[in-house]
């Protein structure tokens, strides 16, 4: 069966301190695989996408993910947080060949402490 | 280029109702996909729209339904509204670059069913 699962539904870290969101898949061969941000009551934007050119993908605001075929791993990560940064993350997969059906992991929510 | 578009953005119904929604894409984008966001489920894929044909379809009872026009827009329509389809409802557009293909999210409608 294929799936995204995200590890951790609730990251809490402070200002100026790293950020991980972890993001494992389970897929028979490499899907596409995307992350999108979420801030409240708005729609979703997307922050990175891991299209096979590169394993390490960087993304808007300082944020980049490493995707790893042998652990088939897709974490998010970003150095320094910033207060702007406290939203929820999705991990996102496409399994079917196609990036315009997307399969979305349950989601992070990340806090940002001053 | 103007994002994605959706409208209305708030809807208050109440049960055995119908709602249409509505979904401009981003100018020459020709695929338009709709999801369900609820606490409970998460993010949900419904159906997938191209060039006025729908190409793909999640696991939603019949009462779901969308279409295409020849401009592109979409919209969809619930139709016995249930409580259980509170929810917001996001509409996204993509683009084939050569990078690979990208949705793009508007900023969503929140169904309320009374």
């Known amino acids: 069966a294929q799936s995204v699962t995200q590890l951790d539904s609730h990251v809490s870290v402070s200002e100026g301190t790293p950020v991980l969101l972890r993001c494992n898949y389970s897929?028979?061969?490499?899907?596409?695989l995307f992350w999108y941000v979420q801030h409240p009551n708005k729609g979703l934007q997307l922050l990175l996408k891991?299209?096979?050119?590169?394993?390490l993908v960087k993304g808007i605001n300082g944020f980049e993910a490493e995707f790893k075929k042998s652990e088939t791993s897709f974490h998010l990560t970003k150095p320094s947080a910033h207060m702007s940064d406290a939203a929820e993350y999705f991990c996102v997969v496409s399994f079917s060949g196609s990036a315009r059906q997307l399969t979305f992991g349950s989601g992070t929510q990340l806090t940002v402490l001053p | 280029k103007a994002g994605v578009t959706q409208t209305p953005r708030y809807l208050i119904k109440t049960r055995g109702q119908q709602v249409t929604l509505s979904c401009s894409p981003i100018s020459g984008h020709r695929s338009v996909s709709w999801y369900q966001q609820t606490p409970g489920q998460g993010l949900q894929f419904l159906f997938e729209y191209f060039s006025e044909t729908q190409r793909n379809k999640g696991n939603f009872p019949g009462r779901f339904s969308g279409r295409q026009f020849s401009n592109s827009r979409s919209e969809m329509n619930v139709s016995t509204l249930e409580l259980g389809d509170s929810a917001l409802y996001l509409c996204?557009?993509?683009?084939?670059?050569?990078?690979?293909?990208?949705?793009?999210f508007g900023p969503g409608t929140r169904l309320l069913v009374l």
């Open positions: 996204a557009s993509s683009s084939r670059t050569g990078g690979g293909e990208t949705q793009y």
């Open positions: 891991y299209t096979s050119a590169a394993t």
């Open positions: 897929s028979s061969y490499s899907p596409s």
